[in-house]
């Protein structure tokens, strides 16, 4: 992890489903802990907090939310997001790595604002890699669905139209070309334009197969350590394969391999520059007797330091 971080995680549950046209996302953080998660993060030597789950503030004392078109339930991902965004703040502030236990992807908004408040007051530049089947980066007046967990990283990365989200809260732009979505198959059309104008580094699962996961990742976090920048997280379970992990509300073929998800895992660790994470999206319901739930666990553990066996300081033969 980033050298100058303390080793202390704080994880933090989002169990918010607003944001997606599914229901049973909410469960998402008590099967990441029913999986043990902190545990296998404390055998690895790091000093482990639980902080419960974020308190949802009264969607009914917002007021309404106007957007430019299609968006679902902006109120009630806006009660979430926004104290999510402070207290994932106060987290970083404290000199702890925040792991984010989800619920669908618009718990993001919340959780990566917080993130760029502070290293923006920290003076180092936050990049964000999105380990996703979808790109996430619709906007109202062009989204098909209106499901705001497809607007994440276009309100990240200052939309104009999803302002109202935050409405007076403080808010921190992060520069799309500090973005790279990695593992991508499914990109609406509008989204498509909107992602290659802004300039967000896309990586498809044909560059993928065509390259290998290695040299296109350290292509990114090699932008990262010029630039001296930290490294937020955001594992969509279905950056996978449903094969690997069937507990996802939006399934998409021809996903990451479980060795594949488990080398990004390595290699960002081996980076040092991770300073924050989401896992998002795991459903239990839709789970196979809790499958989906240990996979991610086991790649959060390969994240925080997990090998099987300690790497040589000199190539083999």
């Known amino acids: ?30 099967a990441l802990r029913v999986a043990e998660l902190e545990a296998r993060l404390a055998a690895l030597g790091w000093d482990v907090t639980d902080h419960g789950n974020v308190v949802q503030l009264d969607a009914r004392a917002l007021g309404a939310l106007t957007f430019a078109g299609a968006a679902h339930s902006p109120e009630r991902v806006a009660s979430w997001v ?18 984010f236990l989800g619920g669908d992807h618009s718990l993001a908004m919340g959780s990566v604002m917080g993130v760029a408040r502070h290293w923006e007051e920290e003076g180092r530049p936050l ?20 499901n705001m967990h497809g607007m994440s990283l276009a309100l990240l990365a200052g939309e104009a139209e999803l302002r109202p989200v935050f409405g007076d809260e403080p808010t921190t732009a992060i520069p799309p070309e500090r973005m790279c979505v990695f593992g991508a198959r499914s990109i609406d059309p509008g989204e498509r334009d909107l992602l290659r104008r802004r300039g967000v580094s896309i990586v498809d699962m044909r560059q993928i197969d065509e390259h290998g996961v290695s040299v296109l990742l350290h292509r990114f976090l090699n932008r990262v350590a010029a630039e001296n920048g930290v490294l937020h997280v955001s594992l969509d379970v279905d950056f996978l394969d449903p094969t690997v992990a069937p507990g996802v509300g939006t399934t998409v073929p021809g ?8 080398l990004v895992m390595e290699l960002l660790e081996d980076a040092g520059c991770v300073g924050s994470l989401d896992v998002v999206e795991l459903n239990p319901f839709l789970d196979d007797r809790g499958r989906s739930a240990l996979v991610l666990a086991e790649l959060v553990a390969s994240l925080f330091g997990q090998e099987i066996m300690d790497r040589p300081t000199q190539p083999f033969g």
């Not at 994880?11 to 008590?30: K, N």
């Not at 996903?255 to 488990?262: K, L």
Request: charged fraction near 20%.
């Open 127 to 146: 990049f964000v890699l999105w380990l996703d089947a979808h790109a996430d980066f619709n906007i109202p007046s062009i989204s098909p669905s209106g």
């Open 255 to 262: 996903g990451a391999t479980y060795r594949e998800a488990h």
């Open 1 to 30: 992890m980033s050298g100058n971080r303390a080793r202390r995680i704080g994880l933090l549950g989002v169990p918010v489903e607003a944001g997606t046209g599914r229901r049973g996302a909410c469960m998402g953080p008590e």
């Open 82 to 99: 926004r104290p999510l965004a402070r207290q994932s703040y106060d987290l970083c502030k404290a000199g702890t790595l925040p792991v």
